[in-house]
């Protein structure tokens, strides 16, 4: 049975506490180090056309979606490929760094738009991610400890919460690329702000 994300996350409050954990720990070090430094420069000298929205929505949305998705995949692949594939890492590196890079990049002002247009649903949508991934782990742990718990149970509350990322990384990625073109600003920042404020609050309400 699919259950709504605070459903979730009140069954699950370990795993979230932990992801958002990670989260915070990757903003920081964003937020103050030269590693944050680097991520805005690399921004920086990123050359996209802005007029593409269609382009740019693609973009977005397989670079966020990888992201998401390695919060299962990187428990399987990071013994190969090493530890930049590890979802912990990912998280922290690959998503918290990133959002503490930004807030230190750019003004109140337009941090505020960022996060309301776009920012507070990607961030969802990862969060939602990594946390569906640690599920697994967390399912390890209980049976090493003898806990009772449903492998089942797991599989369906982790594919409920990677259906929720795959949702919020499409939104968050469209609302992204409508705010990159100047012509579409403003259309980005309204529509944003609606499905952003729409969305937590229907978080809120289903609990």
Known sequence: ??????????????????????????FAIGLVSPYGQAIVENARNRQI??????????????????????GWVGWFVFP?????????????YSVGASFGAVASAVSPANLA???????VLEALSLVFGIA???????????????????????????????LYAGAFVAVAAM??????NPATMLFAV?????ITVLSLWLIVKYR
């Open 49 to 70: 056309d802005v007029t593409d929205i269609t382009g740019n929505f693609q973009m977005i949305a397989q670079n966020n979606g990888m992201i998401a998705a390695m």
């Open 175 to 180: 609302l992204e690329a409508f705010l990159l």
């Open 80 to 92: 190969v490929f090493g530890i930049n594939y590890f979802p912990p890492s990912v998280m922290i």
């Open 1 to 26: 049975m699919i259950q709504p994300p605070c459903t979730l996350f009140k069954k699950h409050l370990d795993v979230l506490v932990i992801t958002l954990m990670l989260f915070f720990a990757g």
């Open 190 to 194: 309204v529509m944003g702000v609606l």
């Open 113 to 119: 738009i960022s996060l309301m247009s776009f920012g």
């Open 132 to 162: 569906g991934g640690l599920l697994f782990p967390k399912y390890v742990a209980l049976k090493l400890f003898k806990k009772p718990v449903s492998l089942s149970e797991t599989i369906v509350d982790s594919g409920t919460l990677f």
